[in-house]
Each structure stands twice: as C-alpha cells, then as structure tokens.
C-alpha cells in the first residue's frame, strides 16, 4: 500500500471515528436534556373486615381495600353445611363489615 492509498484510510477512518463521538455526544446531551421522573411510592389501603360463625377461622381479619366477601371466606373457611350469607360474594367489601356464618339448622 502506499502512501497515498494509506491516507485516504486514515482520513475515512478518523471520519468514522468522529461520526462515533458526534453520535455518543448527542446521545449524552438527550439524556440530559430529558429527566426520568421518580416512580411514586405504591400506597395501600387495609381495611378490617370480622367474620363469625359457622367457619374454622373465625376473627378479624385485615385485607387489602377492594378485595371480596369470596376472597376473606377463602381466608376464615366455612365449615360443612355452613349456609351462604345475604351478602353479594364479588362485591368489595367496606370497612368494619361484619359477617356471620350460619350454619345448618338443628331440627
């Protein structure tokens, strides 16, 4: 190679290697130019739900606002030949429910 041929490589490989610091400067500058916001904390509600009754679980139990009457009896299981509650089941629960269990009726 000669002297000449040798030249022209070295100018196209500079041109490449300040195309490649010209990009990673602009890259650097839209960073800074464009702030990430922090993530907001997650903020849980807990509300007190009591379940009585013909369940092995009876208690007060907290749960996590929004969560269903099926959810907390999942929780307290109900006994065998426990009867169902008037409540709706897939309705969120408010705070300070109180539900009791019946179970079967002695004759």
Excluded at 27 to 38: D, G, N, T, W, Y
Excluded at 47 to 59: A, D, K, L, P, T
Aim: proline share 9%; net charge positive.
């Amino acid at each position: 190679m000669d002297r000449r041929q040798a030249g022209k490589w070295l100018a196209i490989l500079s041109g490449v290697v300040i195309l490649a610091l010209a990009g990673q400067l602009q890259l650097r500058q839209q960073a800074r130019s464009q702030p990430i916001a922090a993530p907001q904390p997650v903020q849980i509600e807990w509300i007190e739900v009591s379940v009585r009754g013909h369940v092995r679980n009876s208690g007060r139990y907290q749960i996590q606002k929004g969560k269903t009457l099926r959810e907390v009896l999942a929780l307290a299981k109900p006994r065998t030949g426990a009867l169902p509650p008037s409540l709706p089941l897939d309705e969120p629960l408010a705070d300070g429910t109180a539900v009791v269990i019946e179970g079967p009726a002695n004759p």
